[in-house]
């Protein structure tokens, strides 16, 4: 489990699958390389950014579905996986990414 502080935190789970919480503050989740199974317990919308940089996608080009009965939300960028719990498929935006 890796947890942020009542700061803004910048957190990377790197390699392998991890569970993830920024608490207070604006939070930036990183994934790079080949990351795993990933989940993001707490992501915020107005305040965190899931940073997705480097790897050429785009927010119309991202794979989300409805997961556990529709209280959370799955993205799939190839074998690696990024559970939003508790946030709905239909409130992501294109400005809770960072492509760049």
């Known amino acids: 489990m890796l947890r942020g502080a009542a700061g803004n935190d910048v957190l990377n789970g790197g390699f392998g699958n991890d569970t993830m919480s920024g608490g207070a503050g604006v939070d930036r989740f990183v994934f790079s390389g080949a990351f795993g199974r990933d989940v993001i317990s707490d992501f915020r919308t107005g305040a965190d950014i899931i940073d997705l940089s480097g790897r050429g996608l785009s927010f119309n080009a991202l794979d ?23 946030f709905e498929e239909n409130d992501l935006r294109g400005n809770m990414f960072d492509f760049i």
């Open 64 to 86: 989300t579905r409805q997961a556990n009965g529709g209280l959370d939300t799955l993205i799939v960028i190839g074998n690696n996986r990024i559970l939003l719990e508790g």
